[in-house]
């Protein structure tokens, strides 16, 4: 058996009242299309064919090589939606799994399930479907005397009693590729002027086939977004996924309720997620943290046993046995290495700290490079910025920074020497020295160990 997949994301969503696609709306964290994908990736060989219309450009440089694409010029329906993707298709597969890219919540295991059950029956469609008390627009499921599928139809063409059916149509459905083509040009126009995809399964039950529905048992997997009301009720639904997923993996997550964890995060064994915590991008946490409470980390990599309370990270990296806070902001390109400590209302941007390094409150390190077991005293400022450029800073190993220290950049720091409270730091200081004044001198050198 070949199957194929084709995800329609050609609609233009005009109830989202947006200048975004709908299909690129992010949903905790990514875009919706992203799941529909992620959702058949491990069920076909070949990349799926997204069937595009309404902002196909930016879908396409969203979504990229991860699928081949398909135009509708037309918005003339969600048949004819599939009817353009068949020149793809039409040798390469037998079997074909139609999905929609609004509908983010439909899980992989489903649309296994339905492929199953399709590929069990000799139907030439298989569905799927729910029964619930809310419509959602969805159509209604009209099944025979004897229970069996007879018909879709949609919510906007049903009578009152068809509206009064419980069963809906969630638009996932599995189909021999041979007869869905053919089916397609058999398609009636609706009173809309459009070509419905769920006509064609009347047209099966109208062939004698007997069609049958994967009866959803969480609906919450049906849950189409047509607006941005929708889109704030699957962010719940996938978030507590999310966060379920992270805590039967070995995570302790202290309040799920409101810990906020996108798709594509990663996060070792042991870790306590406090609550208010915001992870988000590609971040990566390593085993056996404490992360928060009222911390938000960015598309950055934490190691193990690091202890982050209430601070900001944005693009950077922090290695084993760090800790830090509160209120402390890593900017892009910082990089604390292993057991560095930060104070209260840190801010690190473009540098490395090595080892062991301390800096205490109130200090503001940027474009510098610091050797190891250094001492950062409180209110330490790297004046780095000139009006025109930044210029880097360089500090060695076991340098013992006074409190309220300025180091006019560029300036570098030899290992083992000494500033004093409030020095400015003008000029290069050689190493094993002691600096102190406005502008700051060197006054003596200093003894190394063992002298």
């Not at 799926?48 to 930016?58: F, I, L």
């Not at 099944?143 to 906007?156: C, K, P, S, T, W």
């Amino acid at each position: 058996m070949t199957l194929a997949s084709i995800i329609l994301a050609a609609g233009a969503g005009t109830r989202m009242r947006s200048k975004l696609p709908k299909v690129l709306h992010p949903l905790a964290g990514k875009p919706l299309i992203w799941f529909s994908l992620n959702a058949v990736r491990n069920l076909v060989a070949q990349p799926p064919v997204v069937v595009v219309g309404h902002g196909a450009e930016a879908v396409k440089n969203e979504v990229g090589d991860a699928a081949v694409y398909a135009f509708q010029a037309e918005q003339l329906g969600t048949g004819h939606a599939v009817m353009v993707a068949q020149p793809l298709l039409e040798t390469s597969a037998d079997k074909i799994l139609v999905t929609f890219a609004d509908m983010p919540l439909l899980r992989e295991e489903t649309l296994r399930q339905l492929v199953d059950l399709h590929t069990s029956s000799n139907s030439p469609v298989t569905m799927t479907s729910f029964i619930g008390e809310e419509a959602r627009g969805f159509g209604r499921v009209i099944r025979d005397a004897q229970g069996h599928v007879a018909a879709i139809v949609e919510q906007a063409d049903a009578t009152a009693e068809q509206l009064a059916v419980r069963e809906y149509n969630v638009s996932a459905y599995c189909f021999e590729a041979k007869w869905l083509w053919s089916a397609l040009e058999r398609i009636p126009v609706s009173p809309k002027g459009e070509y419905y995809l769920t006509d064609v399964v009347g047209l099966a039950v109208a062939e004698g086939f007997s069609v049958q529905s994967l009866v959803m048992e969480d609906p919450d997997e049906a849950i189409g977004l047509n607006n941005r009301i929708h889109l704030a009720e699957a962010e719940k639904i996938m978030r507590k996924r999310i966060n379920e997923n992270w805590m039967l993996s070995g995570v302790t997550i202290l309040d799920p309720e409101h810990t906020y964890i996108e798709a594509g995060v990663q996060i070792g064994q042991d870790t306590v997620i406090l609550p208010n915590t915001y992870l988000r991008g590609d971040t990566v946490i390593g085993e056996d943290c404490q992360i928060g409470p009222d911390t938000i980390i960015s598309d950055s990599t934490i190691g193990n046993h690091v202890h982050l309370l209430a601070s900001v990270l944005e693009k950077a990296e922090v290695r084993d046995r760090v800790t830090m806070g509160p209120y402390c902001h890593l900017r892009k390109g910082a990089v604390l290495d292993e057991d560095v400590h930060l104070g209260n209302f840190g801010e690190v941007k473009e540098s490395y700290l090595g080892a062991g390094t301390r800096m205490g409150h109130f200090s503001y390190i940027g474009d510098a490079k610091i050797g190891k077991n250094v001492n950062i005293g409180a209110g330490t400022i790297t004046c780095n910025y000139d009006g025109k450029v930044k210029n880097p800073t360089e500090i060695g190993d076991e340098v013992f920074i006074g409190s309220d220290t300025m180091l006019v950049a560029p300036v570098k720091i030899g290992d083992r020497s000494i500033t004093g409270a409030g020095a400015v730091v003008t000029r290069d200081i050689p190493e094993d020295s002691l600096a102190i004044g406005v502008p700051a001198k060197v006054i003596r050198k200093l003894k190394k160990k063992g002298e």
